[in-house]
């Protein structure tokens, strides 16, 4: 059974701060690729930063980049999401996915068939 679990959520000011973190078990995870989504209220999940299997190959989605880094320790199975200069409209619940077998990576969610339960990030202006 794989696990997803975020963690590293919480409020901040804008233009501040966080690092998210998310550990895998329960699948081969050096093998697969990563990503991160965000749900705001009343919104849609929206793609935030993908990963491939070796960290080698990220993307990102316009409104992000530049202000948030994706990355991946394969030896800890963890992935990361490291946020600067943080905005009000980045407030969301953020969760984090892995591919499925056989899959590449990218901001389709039917790409990702496993999900976390998600880690609230508040953005106070």
């Known amino acids: 059974q794989v696990q997803l679990v975020e963690s590293g959520g919480g409020l901040v000011q804008a233009g501040g701060s966080l690092r998210l973190s998310c550990a895998a078990s329960g699948r081969t995870f050096s093998s697969y690729a990563m990503g991160w989504f965000r749900q705001a209220p009343g919104k849609e999940r929206e793609f935030v930063a993908a990963i491939s299997w070796s960290g080698g190959s990220t993307y990102y989605a316009d409104s992000v980049k530049g202000r948030f880094t994706i990355s991946r320790d394969n030896a800890k199975n963890t992935v990361y999401l490291q946020m600067n200069s943080l905005k009000p409209e980045d407030t969301a619940v953020y969760y984090c996915?892995?591919?499925?077998?056989?899959?590449?990576?990218?901001?389709?969610?039917?790409?990702?068939?496993?999900w976390g339960q998600g880690t609230q990030v508040t953005v106070s202006s």
């Open positions: 996915a892995i591919v499925g077998a056989g899959l590449g990576y990218g901001h389709h969610p039917p790409l990702y068939d496993y």
